[in-house]
């Protein structure tokens, strides 16, 4: 890799976005960062910008730019990132792109690739409130789409402890939905307009989208 790349993941929640973010970390050695998990991380140590975001997270709602572009700062200042990051759920608004741009010209850098995920609404209800995740190593899974091999034993790293999130749940799905439709998805444009927009068919099994975003992202680290 010759330069460090900047790649952000568009896409409704369920879409893939982490999973995927998570095996491009794996191919490329880029670092994930993803603002969902932040703000959880937040939540979870109680810190002021934590309160402030909890109930708007429950609500399915967005968390103010403010909070979010301090959280996403912090974040890019750490030395781990010099090498590439994948923006996972970031930019959500106008105003977080347009802050993103201006983070990135003060550094010399500038987006290597958008990537849209797109996928079929009405599927992803279903996918996100199947959904858990290990709660030592992260790795995800599906109710219906994928189980470990050995029931209730992680296939990544052997742990028998998962989680599901508070947010994963038909009715705050519909809300993220709404959210993303009217803040998110025109955000697809902004960056059609800036020449650096990829469209990723994302219904189709994980592997074969892992495979076309690593030719994306092949094409933009090379
Ligand atoms: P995620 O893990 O990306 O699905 O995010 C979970 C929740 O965190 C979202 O439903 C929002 O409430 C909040 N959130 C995450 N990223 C952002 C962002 N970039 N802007 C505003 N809210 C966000």
Not at 7 to 14: D, E, F, K
Not at 90 to 112: M, Y
Not at 123 to 131: F, I, L, N, P
Request: proline share 3%; hydrophobic share 40%.
């Amino acid at each position: 890799m010759t330069k460090s790349a900047i790649l952000i993941l568009l896409g409704p929640p369920g879409a893939g976005k982490g999973t995927q973010a998570r095996m491009l970390e794996e191919k490329f050695g880029l670092v994930q960062l993803s603002t969902g998990d932040l703000l959880r991380a937040a939540v979870a140590a109680g810190t002021e910008a934590g309160k402030e975001a909890q109930a708007v997270m429950s609500a399915g709602g967005l968390v103010s730019d403010e909070i979010v572009l301090a959280i996403l700062k912090d974040r890019m200042a750490e030395p781990d990132t010099q090498k590439g990051v994948i923006l996972d759920g970031f930019p959500r608004t106008a105003g977080q792109a347009e802050a993103l741009d201006d983070l990135l010209a003060a550094q010399g850098q500038s987006i290597g690739a958008a990537i849209s995920l797109d996928v079929d609404d009405a599927a992803m209800v279903e996918r996100v409130s199947g959904r858990y995740t290990c709660a030592n190593c992260g790795e995800g899974y599906h109710d219906s789409f994928k189980q470990p091999a050995v029931a209730g034993v992680c296939d990544k790293c052997g742990s028998t402890e998962f989680k599901r999130r508070a947010d994963d749940n038909a009715e705050t799905v519909s809300a993220r939905l709404e959210s993303y439709h009217a803040q998110t998805a025109p955000l697809i444009t902004y960056y059609e307009g800036k020449g650096v927009l990829s469209r990723v068919d994302a219904m189709g099994e994980i592997d074969r989208v892992a495979a076309d975003l690593a030719a994306i992202v092949t094409q933009v680290t090379d």
